[in-house]
């Protein structure tokens, strides 16, 4: 009972984790088409500031603020220099991302050096959950993903600005017609994905190796769930963050951390074959 | 009324890479009056009007809004100086509510200046919270002939209003044009009905090949010149 | 690329001499280089010719390594190697053969999944290595490999790694002039078009990415004695990456390219890495500004300022001596449209669209924007999926075929937006359509197709007399050539039914005469059935033996154009609301 209970609380805390980490990556390549290969490095930047704010000796919850600030500006010039040119040559952005990530590991390297570093734990207690101990902070972070997720389903389906946005997606044409700047809004859209990128580093730089090359996972990870669970819905996002942390959890408990990696990378080139669409297709 | 045209398009020539589609257009549109396009299907109609609503970039002739110069203009800068649009195809966001695609440009959200097309269409007014991609093929035009109407200020540019709506409303639109009209706002209508044609337009131009080959001020025998050189 | 045989034989000779003019250290560094640069020649054919990015291509170089270091660890010498050689280069070629066929499936074109894929491979391989101590000899690496028996790895084994190079860059040379080589370059440029002409472009891209992979698995079997130790690094991200970076930086369109990115960078990274702290920063930096404004390289680039000096060969004028013909295969011309439904979201596109086709010539189908016409080519050709109802053509269902299959039942297409292979020139875009459906499997690697002729070939060079210049760019003709050479590709397939969307569109009207002509001319000569959108009834009118008038996703009438211009439904479609 016990066991079965861990295994739950592990699956919601990989299901959770999973859904915020991507969640910038589905905004960026869901709703614009971009497909950020920069995108673990920016989860990457946030967990730098999380140890940048450490080693100045300031409270963790600093690093939030400091992250949005980084990845805002970061991903504001890169859309300005970089993605805005290339919004109609998918593989030039792959390439042209692709490259940044190199760059940004490069002179975070530089910074903070190849080692791996890893950020004090906030709320080192546990929990009593469901008759199991259960890390404080673990539970916390569920927490707050939950009510992040709430609040943005909440904003993009009343808000304006979630309509204006939607409404590019659907038809960019007709979106300027009306009077819609669109290629603002595709701007603060990418900086807007980038950012929760960066939020989601700070918030588990506390439990995981803090790494120039951390990013990658993240990437990968990210992609193998927007391929199972299909482009440009929030359902999408949650079916596959649970599909993906599920088999990966469930082959990693059974056998060991690569069988999870294998298996999540087996679905992922099944799903591409047999239904590229993924599970929730809009198309 | 100042005596400037609402609308000049001088030797409006454009297409889709090098690929020319509508060659040379010249027209103006006076304030308080309706120019109408018409023409057989893939002859640059549509053209015309993404070139002046700013969806394509000409490669070359102008084209000013009143006293602005906005042939490169961004399509969002139009709106703002007074031009409403209702393409033809693809003309509200399926997903979005009616509500919010009648007020998703406005910053307000507010409804007011609908007041009187809803009364005039009450079947858009009952399904405000309802999902446009709900609607049938006509409410969809009226809804998108509204919304065109209600932003702009100076001239409305409509791509064959018509086309899919049932013949009160058809003439319902025609009333309301008329009525805009006389309030001194301007009007350029693709259309292919002759009949909302012969009742608004004060000016007709007809394409072919991507060029005008024919402009008549209102009262001319327009039907039968239509009807000879469309061939049908 | 094509660098004549002159320049290729200076080449090796300057390579060979580097042990005596620079001593063995410099060629032993060199020697690595050059193993790394093998590999990135396989990433420029996949990436340069074919348009598809690897991101993950050290994996198969890490397994050709694996192999032949554990086969040299037997101790068991050439005995051991020379099978397990050839391991490391079919092991990876079968599992990036594998990869590609079921990643590309049903992915067109250059998007990011493959790329993605690659590298997700690249990082399981890396677990993989670590994690398998007892096959690997996991983080530490598998140590201890020997040298080829009587080959000190200082010293003569630099002179197998440059025999390595030539036989790999005489291998790609050979693919890359070869009529498959063409035809990677033409899935670069316009892979759908490829499509049309019977092509599974999937299977063409898998094959070029198993090629890849077995260049990769040579390169990672020569590095194994080089190095005398292969760790989990050599199947990893890094080094994917870095021959991403080589490729891209060299030159990517050419074969000498990768190999000159590889040593460039390799030299220049063991003199700076340690003394220049910002050296990894730079290379990101310039590999960004390569991809933007470089796209050739600094191979490219070289090559530019070669052909000031050095005027370019002009591309020989094409021989074709050799007439071939296609089984005349002479079957019903049966097309039916049966209760065909397709949607697009919640739009209705095709309503039941119902009709027949039984008769030979020229069947126009007209009506307003929107009803339906060219989606209903679309469906036939497996462009559109078919929700209910089905198309059977010669009593086969054609309902969600695919592309690729509808033109090998002698279906031909021929787009409204003109749709050649620009980057190609006109022979080579020739080329293509007449191999449509005549290469047998053995005639993709033999220069025998370049040959090739028809009957067809000469009427159309006949009629059009621009096709005579085979040396210019499809790119560069004019649209109403681009429109002209698009048709003639399109008919030199030989297809028993072919759709003609808006053939005139932007055409002049001399133009638009000679193409009806044309039209006119090959449906007679030929008895195919023929199915024309079109706009402008002075087409229709000079071409059509039956019209089908189509207006929302349905036929409204069908029948001569007298009696479709007298029905007062067509009048009124067309007219708007006038009664």
Known sequence: MELIATHGLNFLYAFATLALVVLGLAVVFGLLGVMNMAHGEFVMIGAYSALAVQQAGLPFLFAIPAAIAVCVVIGWLVEWGLVRHLYKRPFDTLLATWGLAILMREVVEAIFGREYQSVDQVLPGTFSLAGVEYPAYRVVLMGIIAVLFGALFAWYQRSNAGARVKAMVQNPALAAAMGIDTERLARWTFVFGVTTAGLAGVLLSPLVRVEPFMGLDYLLSSFFILVVGGLGSLEGLIVGSGVIGGTDIFLSALFDKTSGYLGVLTISIVFLWLRPNGIVSRL | MSDRPQLAIDGLTGGYGDIVVLSGFTATVDPGSTACVAGRNGVGKTTLLRLVTGA??????????????????????????????????????????????????????????????????????ERLSQRAGTLSGGEKKILSFCRALAEATELVVLDEPSEGVQPENIALMTGIIEAEKAKGRSFLIVEQNLGLIEVVADAVHLLDHGECIYSAPAGADVRGELSRRMRL | MALSLGYSAAIVVALAAVPFAWGSFTAFQLGLYLIYGIAAQGVA???????????????????????????????????????????????????????????????????????????????????????????????????????????????????????????????????????????????????????????????????????????????????????????????????????????????????????????????????????????????????????????????????????????????????????????????????????????????????????????????????????????????????????????????????????????????????????????????????????????????????????????????????????????????????????????????????????????????????????????????????????????????????????????????????????????????????????
Not at chain 3, 533 to 556: C, K, P, T, Y
């Open chain 3, 45 to 579: 054919l996949c990436w340069g010719r074919a348009g598809f990015l690897p991101l993950g291509q050290a994996l198969f170089f890490g397994i050709g390594a694996y192999i032949v270091g554990a086969a040299l660890k037997t101790g068991a010498g050439w005995a051991a190697f020379a099978p397990a050689i050839i391991a490391a280069c079919v092991l990876p070629a079968l599992l990036a053969g594998l990869v590609g066929l079921l990643v590309f499936n049903r992915q067109i074109g250059s998007g990011p999944y493959f790329s993605l894929i690659t590298l997700a491979l690249a990082m399981l391989g890396f677990q993989l290595a670590n994690a398998l101590d007892w096959l690997t000899g996991g983080f530490n690496g598998m140590t201890g490999i020997p040298g080829l028996p009587g080959i000190d790895p200082f010293g003569s084994y630099y002179f197998v790694i440059v025999a390595a190079l030539v036989i790999s860059t005489a291998v790609l040379a050979l693919v890359a002039s070869s009529p498959f080589g063409q035809l990677l370059s033409a899935v670069r440029d316009n892979e759908e078009r490829l499509q049309f002409f019977g092509f599974a472009t999937h299977r063409l891209k898998a094959a070029s990415f198993a090629i890849a992979g077995a260049v990769a698995g040579l390169a990672g079997a020569l590095y194994a004695p080089h190095q005398g130790i292969v760790t989990p690094q050599t199947v990893g991200f890094l080094l994917s990456a870095e021959l991403v970076i080589w490729t891209a930086v060299g030159g990517r369109f050419g074969l000498l390219g990768p190999v000159a990115g590889a040593v460039l960078i390799g030299f220049m990274a063991s003199g700076l890495r340690n003394s220049f702290a910002y050296w990894e920063i730079a290379i990101a930096l310039v590999f960004i500004v390569v991809v933007l404004r470089l796209p050739a390289g600094l191979g490219g680039l070289a090559a530019g300022l070669l052909g000031r000096f050095v005027p370019a060969r002009s591309q020989l004028v094409r021989e074709r001596p050799q007439l071939v013909e296609r089984s005349p295969d002479a079957g019903n011309c049966d097309l039916r449209f049966d209760a065909v439904h397709v949607r697009m979201g919640t739009v209705e596109i095709l309503n039941g669209l119902e009709f027949t086709v039984d008769q030979p010539g020229v069947h126009c189908i007209i009506g307003p924007n929107g009803a339906g016409k060219t989606s209903a080519l679309n469906a036939l050709t497996g462009r559109l999926p078919v929700a209910h109802g089905d198309i059977v053509w010669r009593g086969r269902s054609l309902a969600n075929t695919r592309p690729y299959l509808a033109a090998r039942h002698r279906i031909g297409r021929k787009f409204q937006v003109p749709s050649v292979f620009a980057d190609l020139s006109v022979g080579q875009n020739l080329d293509i359509a007449l191999w449509s459906g005549r290469l047998a499997w053995f005639d993709y690697l033999s220069p025998a197709p370049f040959g090739w002729r028809t009957g067809a070939l000469d009427d159309l060079r006949d009629r059009f007399g621009f096709l005579a210049d085979e040396t210019r760019r499809a790119g560069e003709l004019s649209v109403g050539e681009r429109q002209m050479l698009d048709f003639s590709m399109t008919m030199l397939a030989e297809p028993h039914l072919v759709l003609l969307d808006e053939p005139c569109a932007g055409l002049s009207p001399a133009e638009t005469g000679a193409m009806i002509e044309a039209i006119a001319a090959i449906s007679a000569d030929t008895g195919l059935v023929t199915i024309i959108v079109e706009h402008d009834m002075a087409v229709v009118e000079r071409l059509a033996d039956r019209v089908i008038v189509m207006h929302q996703g349905e036929v409204l009438t069908a029948g001569a154009m007298d009696e479709v211009r007298a029905d007062q439904r067509v009048q009124a479609v067309y007219a708007g609301g006038t009664k």
């Open chain 2, 56 to 125: 394509l970039a000409p490669v070359a002739g102008r084209v000013r809004l009143g006293d602005a110069e906005i042939t490169h203009a961004p399509r969002h800068r139009r709106l703002r100086l007074g031009m409403g649009y209702a393409p033809q195809e693809n003309v509200v966001f399926d997903d979005l509510t009616v509500l919010e695609n009648l007020t998703l440009a406005a910053a307000d959200r507010s409804l007011d200046r609908y007041d009187e097309l809803l009364d005039a269409f009450p079947r858009i007014g």
